[in-house]
């Protein structure tokens, strides 16, 4: 909402109309509702004045009457994370742009300056990634610095993405203020119903952008959902979000391997690019856990492009076109050891994926919370590159526990155990090294890593399932679902931000403001 606090003396009648969102007789600027997690006074219930809710210090569900949920009441989880949220929205390096939003005109104007600088925000911020990742590709020798800087600030893709933020920051601030002044109210229906018209913004950004965002909204707002009955007491479920991802990077490297025409393009290349696994090899695999033969003149080639030791290049010349399963001496020419193999890739992923997880790291923390930084640089700098190592270590296990398995696979069948080549062996080696590698992640990012994965996983699902004439097809179905994510997400904005991930409400605050 417009910031339009200015230096003057509230009585006690203004400070209780601004809490309860009660119009205290003045015209003035819009107020904020506070968050239903802290104790305020309320309006009042069965016709007694002044009753306000119970604050509950524990978890007295046993106590409730009927087993009915009290109204207002929040489990002491729900009362924790509404605090946290506060910390969420502190820190921002680049002031709101606001206007009073008492007419229309004001709603008008308060909507534009939004719109600038929200479109300023994330096309600084997505320009400044795009540079360095353009230095890392600098330091491996590919391209030149002035193509880079160029294509990083003056290209399509920045200003697309900035141009995307700002018309959706620009409708969702008009329609909702708009709609307070028509209705005289503050409340869910007007999120609800900006945060859908502000979704077609999304119009803006090319398919596979559309796609990508329309996921990992849907998801986040779902998201909401279950922390919204969670903090009222009404369900909870322990260490689901480890769950959520163990499931979900079951079934992307299921695709990995068996249907990677159901993942994005650019998503498969990178796993293949960071497991070091030949597509080929992987190709090879599906041909013959779906019983077809094998080109040994295919194999061989493959094999000779990759170094292969004396011992490769003996397995490949006795392999049969109808082998059991692909030997690791295909999927590893150029080391004989399988725990040699593993501990290169842990190596290699580690050191590769560190540049990746602390530009994803710094840059938010340069862009929104400089603040923070310039108070404790040290405190900040050092846990910031410790976080940035931890998750490379996690995503080091990850791919190593899965070659591990497979290799594994393969040595028990040459020790003569009947395990065959299911397809579902990779889906089941997948929920292994996941449920294993999660753990070594800080706790406050597995909800977050879940969240990045779900969407692919439910993408893979949907189209193995098309492909089998099982669902069908919906035209715009990506813009559908983000007006529909956003609907939710903005409207628990409004009133109850602390059931939004700390991502989300970081990410709406600092680029987008209040209403």
Known sequence: MADNSRAHTSTPAETHARETNVDSGHDSPLTIRPRISIPAPVPPVNGAPGKARKHHKDDDRANWV???????????????????????????????????????????KHAVLGAIRSAGVSYGAKALVNLCLGMMKLMNGRGSFGVILKDAFMGRDAVRFGSFFGMFSFLWKLVNNGLRLYRGKDDRINGAIAGAIAGLALLIENHERRVTFAQQMFIRSMQGVYNAGKYRGQFSFRHGDAFLFSVASAQVLYAYTMHPDTIPKEFFSFMVKTARVPAEALALNRLRVRGFPVDLSQVRALVDR????????????????????????????????????????????????????????????????????????VGVISKTTFNTLRSSVFLAVFVAGYQTQICAHRNLMLAGWSVGN?????????????????MIEQESRRAELAMYVLPKAAESIYKI??????????????????????????????QEEQVLSPFVTRLIYHVLGRS
Not at 322 to 337: G, Q, R, Y
Not at 342 to 370: C, Q, S, W
Not at 422 to 438: D, N
Not at 471 to 487: P, R
């Open 66 to 108: 009927n087993g009915k949920r009290p109204k207002g009441y929040r489990t002491p989880e729900g009362r924790e994370a509404a605090e946290k949220s506060k910390l969420y929205k502190s820190g921002t390096t680049i002031p709101h742009l606001v206007y009073p939003c008492t007419t229309y005109e004001g709603v008008l």
């Open 306 to 377: 990759y170094k292969p030791t004396e011992h490769a290049l003996q397995v490949v010349s006795a392999m049969s076109e109808t082998v059991e399963a692909i030997p690791c001496a295909v999927l590893h020419p150029s080391m004989d050891s399988c725990l040699t193999t593993d501990a290169e890739r842990f190596v290699h992923v580690t050191k590769g994926i560190f540049p990746v997880y602390a530009t994803l790291n710094f840059v938010p923390l340069i862009v929104l919370r400089m603040k923070r930084l310039l108070k404790d640089p």
């Open 422 to 438: 299911s397809k579902y062996l990779y889906w089941l080696f997948g929920l292994v090294c996941a449920v294993v590698s999660i």
């Open 465 to 494: 399932l098309y492909r089998k004439n099982m669902v069908k097809g919906v035209k715009n179905w990506d813009v559908m679902m983000f007006s529909v994510a956003m609907s939710l997400i903005m409207s628990f904005y409004q």
